[in-house]
Structures are given as structure tokens and as C-alpha cells.
């Protein structure tokens, strides 16, 4: 058998369920967003001679026998997963499947979950040779150069060492510069971009993919895992972000874009410059974007809007004053009413993100979120439910608020795993329910997903081919869709 290839490294975006459950959750197929951060690593990765792959079994659920064909015909030296909650325990099956295969192969896990964890993750399972905390880049780099060697010196990474002893070198000091970034390599995904889609109704135009254009959030909201990039804030220049457009518009005839930035209009002047680039040298592209009430306005909008937003996505969590105080910075609900107001007046659609089940949630609060989202000229919206995740500051004192199952593998925001004191599962999955339904019954909600028709075909496209399917999910007690 071949020996291995230490300049190889094969990159696993894992699927998180059953390969049964994925062929029928329509939720799945609603939303397969591209792993960009993969795809920045394996840019970074072959920038310094290394030979990348990416095998992303979200998009395409049936990648075992790919995986194992991988890893016959390839012999990467390196495995690495990147992770959320939800899809960790499938990453460690892979990782299993990898190691029956290739006994010496190094296995690296990434994520949002792992940095949360850090050395729990490697307690967990002897398959996890390594595990890298905050952005992967760098440290993935440096592992690779070492081709086996202990690590002792690659910071942001937890790894085992050869008497099994587990050794945290901790975070990185010297974080990257983005404008110094090569532009993910999306050629490595299989399919992209039409394998990849946003959710109906929240997109113009097709083809579409997400692009990120910043790393880290200031803020410290309670339901947030902030492990990765923690509280810093870093973004891509005007000029880069302009490039970067042209080059998806160019290679792969991309014509919308959802940034899926956390706070994308937290540096206006960079915003500002984009748009004015935007406009004076049209792309012919649109976007999609996340902001904070407090850092758009109405003249920023306006730009925006003249430089192809179409669509804003607000974080509301709760429409209850005294709940969103008890987990969220600058909390003010009659300021973020009047941005939503002033988002819809300047031509954008709006987008509504809410959670119910959040710590100190009854059935009072829930109805008044439901009165305030409903007062609003609110598009769409994406109702989540609250899922206490490790890393975020409320995590740590969950027990104490009410009663929680800690199932790694339904913590993915579309099931109860917490239920508040006070509350019941049952009650909350009745209310979720009565929620969504609320919504999509009424009329002006209703016109406006029929004025789609001519402002985003390819959605009602994609909505008649799935026979209703996604109206049904829509009603159903899952959550749909995202920012």
C-alpha cells in the first residue's frame, strides 16, 4: 500500500445525522451554505505548497464511500473536521472510518464546538489526535509543516502527546491579516456553486452563495459562543471585498451574495467605500447582509440600497422588553422598531431573527414578541429555538435556569433541548407552531411572497419543484431558513 502523503490534507465538513433523516429534511435542502471557512483554509493551505481537498458531506450526504475512496487513492497524512454541536459526533464516526483505513492518518478537529471545549474534546475520544482553537489557518499550516512531530510550539492548538498526557498551547497571538488572504478556494467544492442554495424568498437571483467579509463581534450577547474569534472585531477592506465580488462574478457567474458577516455594517466606513465602488463600477450583483440597530441609518441605507442591498437581516431575539435587557447589549426595542421601519422605507427587504425558549421565557413574552414582530413591516423571519450552546456566556449557569438535555446531536436550534422554568416542551413546541403559522397567514406577508414571483423566480421555482414542501416545514416545528 501506498505510503502516506504528508503534504496532503484532506478537509471534512461532516453532514451531523442520519444519511436517511438528510434525504428528507427539507430544512437541508432549504439552506446548504458553502463551509467557507474550509474553503479559506484549504486556500491558505495550497498558497504554501500544501495539496488541500474538501469533501463536504452537508451538500452531499451520501460522502462515505467518497470518503473512503479519498483516502484509498489520495493517503492524505491529515484529516480535519470542522464542527459544530450538532455535527461532532458524525465528525468522530468519520474520523473512525478514516483511522480503519488509514491507521496512521493524523486526525485534526476545528469549530466552533472544539474551541468551546478545547482539551474535552480530545477526553472524549482517543480518534482526535489534535484540536485547533480559534481560526484554523495558520495553525493547521504549522501542524502540516511538522509532518508528526510533537507540536509543542503551534499555538492554537490541544493535542496529545505521546504519553498520552493532553497539552493546551492556547490561543494565537498573531492574528491574520484578511486582506492578506487568498480568496477561498470554492473550486474544491464539489458542485459549486449550484449545489449550494440560500433560503427561498431571500435572494434575487441565482446563482447565489454567502461570502464572509469579517471575523469576531464586540458584543457579548448571552446566547452567543464567542470561542473562535472571541471578542475582537477584524474585516476585509473596501478594495478587497470589491475583488472578491469580481472574482465570484467572473469565475463561477455568481450574481447575489449573502454576507455572513455577524455585524456587517459595524465599520461604516468600509461599508460606505463599498457601495460607492459598487455604484460607480456596477458588478451587476446584489447582497444580503446582518446589521445592528445601531450601526446603520438612514443615509447608510440609502447607499446600500443604491449599490444592490436587497435584503437586511436584524437580530430581535424577543420582542419582551425585561427578557432582551436580561441577554442582549443596548437592548431597545423601540429603536430597532424604528430601523426596521426605516430598512422597508428605503426599498430593502427585512428580515426578522428571533429565538423562543431563551432563560426567563413564559408563555406572557412569547405572545408579546409576537405582537411586536407583527406590528412591524417585517418580510421574513427565521424563529429559532434557543439552544444553550458550550462557549456562550449563559452555558455555564444553564442548570440553574431550567431544565436542559445536553444531546450534542440535537443542538442545531431545530429541537427543545432547554426548556425554561416556568415552562413546559410541550407548551413551547405548541407556541413555536401558533407562531409561525401567525405569521404566514397574514395577508401582507402573504402579497409579499407572491410579489416574489418577479423579484426572485428561481425561489418560486424552487418552492413549485418541492411540491409545497417548504410551506409544510415552514409550519411544521422546525426552524427554517437563516440570515
Known amino acids: 500500500m501506498a505510503e502516506l502523503n504528508n503534504q496532503k490534507i484532506l478537509l471534512v465538513h461532516p453532514l451531523g445525522y442520519q444519511l436517511d433523516a438528510a434525504a428528507n429534511d427539507i430544512s437541508r435542502r432549504a439552506n446548504i451554505m458553502p463551509p467557507l471557512g474550509l474553503a479559506s483554509i484549504a486556500a491558505y493551505l495550497d498558497r504554501a505548497g500544501l495539496d488541500s481537498l474538501i469533501l463536504d458531506c452537508y451538500a452531499h450526504p451520501d460522502a462515505d464511500s467518497r470518503l473512503l475512496e479519498l483516502l484509498r487513492h489520495e493517503r492524505p497524512g491529515m484529516i480535519g473536521f470542522s464542527c459544530t454541536t450538532a455535527s461532532f459526533h458524525d465528525g468522530v464516526r468519520l474520523a473512525q472510518l478514516a483511522k480503519q483505513e488509514v491507521p496512521e492518518i493524523r486526525t485534526v478537529f476545528g469549530g466552533a464546538h472544539v474551541s468551546a471545549l478545547q482539551e474535552k474534546v480530545l477526553e472524549f475520544s482517543p480518534l482526535i489526535d489534535y484540536a485547533v482553537i480559534g481560526e484554523g489557518e495558520q495553525t493547521l499550516l504549522e501542524l502540516a509543516q511538522l509532518a508528526g512531530a510533537e507540536p509543542q510550539d503551534v499555538a492554537g ?30 473550486e474544491k467544492l464539489a458542485g459549486y456553486p449550484e449545489a449550494y442554495k440560500l433560503p427561498i424568498f431571500n435572494y434575487p437571483t441565482a446563482p447565489n452563495s454567502s ?11 448571552s446566547y452567543c459562543d464567542r470561542s473562535v474569534f472571541q471578542r475582537g472585531f477584524r474585516y476585509n477592506s473596501a478594495d478587497y471585498l470589491y475583488r472578491h465580488l469580481q472574482y465570484l462574478r467572473d469565475r463561477f457567474g455568481i450574481r447575489h451574495i449573502n454576507f455572513y458577516d455577524d455585524q456587517f455594517t459595524l465599520h461604516r466606513g468600509r461599508v460606505e467605500q463599498f457601495c460607492r465602488m459598487l455604484i460607480d463600477r456596477p458588478l451587476g450583483m446584489t447582497f444580503n447582509c446582518a446589521v445592528r440597530a ?72 412569547i405572545r408579546r414578541s409576537m405582537d411586536y414582530v407583527f406590528s412591524l413591516p417585517i418580510d421574513d423571519f427565521n424563529l429559532a429555538k434557543f439552544t444553550p450552546f458550550p462557549g456562550s456566556p449563559i452555558y455555564e449557569k444553564i442548570h440553574q435556569l431550567g431544565s436542559f438535555d445536553e444531546d450534542w446531536q440535537k443542538m442545531d436550534c431545530m429541537h427543545f433541548q432547554f426548556v425554561p422554568q416556568g415552562m413546559e416542551k410541550e407548551q413551547l413546541e405548541r407556541l413555536f407552531i401558533e407562531f409561525y403559522k401567525s405569521h404566514f397567514k397574514r395577508n401582507r406577508v402573504l402579497l409579499g411572497y407572491l410579489s416574489m414571483l418577479w423579484k426572485s423566480p428561481d425561489s418560486w421555482r424552487r418552492f413549485i419543484a418541492s411540491g409545497g414542501q417548504f410551506l409544510r416545514f415552514a409550519l411544521s416545528n422546525k426552524r427554517y431558513g437563516s440570515s
Request: with cysteine; net charge negative; aromatic share 6%.
Open 157 to 186: 492548538l490541544v493535542w496529545r502527546a505521546a504519553d498520552g498526557t493532553i497539552v493546551n498551547n492556547d490561543y494565537r497571538n498573531d492574528a491574520l491579516v484578511l486582506d492578506e488572504l487568498p480568496f477561498p478556494a470554492y
Open 211 to 221: 461570502c464572509i467579509s469579517s471575523r469576531g463581534c464586540p458584543y457579548s450577547c
Open 294 to 365: 445601531e450601526h446603520v441609518d438612514r443615509e447608510l441605507l440609502q447607499l446600500m440600497k443604491a449599490s444592490g442591498c436587497w435584503m437586511v437581516s436584524l437580530g430581535i431575539e424577543t420582542g419582551d422588553p425585561q427578557l432582551l435587557a436580561q441577554h442582549r447589549q443596548n437592548a431597545d426595542l423601540d429603536r430597532l422598531a424604528e430601523t426596521i421601519r426605516t430598512i422597508k422605507a428605503c426599498g430593502i427587504r427585512t428580515k426578522g431573527l428571533l429565538m423562543i425558549g431563551l432563560p426567563g421565557e413564559s408563555e406572557a413574552s
